[in-house]
């Protein structure tokens, strides 16, 4: 049975650097073909895409917000960490982690965390 | 990048059929995944692979993908059908790409 389950600050200022950590059961980021994403969403607002990483350590990000996103993993606590610079207030959304198979594509995100609400405010 | 454009709303009555599209520029030489989410909850899988649904979906809920669009269709509307709706592809040079969602009421 996968889960997945995000932690991190609620509140950061605008500036800060936010950090989020994934933490996963069920699956092991060294089998091939497993990946982890990050997703968020503003209240009210569509899902959007930010940062992809396969078990091989290749790494995905929106290119919208590339210059912004660092995607890592730590196997041995099976856990993928989301870091985001220059937070401003637009970033406050409640941020996902979800799983995905590659297989030769990119599979649908099939499991998802609860989500972890961030607001970004001075 | 790549853009998938969805209708904010969808109304429709209990126990007809739904309709929900996803437009982008050749979408039908990709695989497209269809998400439902609730209020404050995560989004669940639909249907997968233009096509395909997870175990656990019921039969009422299918996809189609051709051309410039792919369509969820949500057969004998429930109450319980009422969410939001997102269709998801990948794309070579967008990676992951989520479409606007789309709010299916249930009148």
Known sequence: QITLKESGPTLVKPTQTLTLTCSFSGFSLTTSGMTVGWIRQPPGKALEWLALIYWNDDKRYSPSLKSRLTITKDISKNQVVLTMTKMDPKDTATYFCAHAKFDILIGPFDYWGQGSLVTVSS | ?107
């Open chain 2, 1 to 107: 990048s790549y853009v998938l454009t969805q209708p904010p709303s969808v109304s429709v009555a209990p126990g007809k059929t739904a309709k929900i599209s996803c437009g982008g520029n050749d979408i039908g030489y990709k695989s497209v995944h269809w998400y439902q989410q609730k209020p404050g909850q995560a989004p669940v899988v639909v249907v997968y692979d233009d096509d395909d649904r997870p175990s656990g979906i019921p039969e009422r809920f299918s996809g189609s993908n051709s051309g410039n669009t792919a369509t969820l269709t949500i057969s004998r509307v429930e109450a319980g059908d009422e969410a939001d709706y997102f269709c998801q592809v990948w794309d070579s040079d967008s990676e992951v790409v989520i479409g606007g969602g789309t709010k299916l009421s249930v009148l």
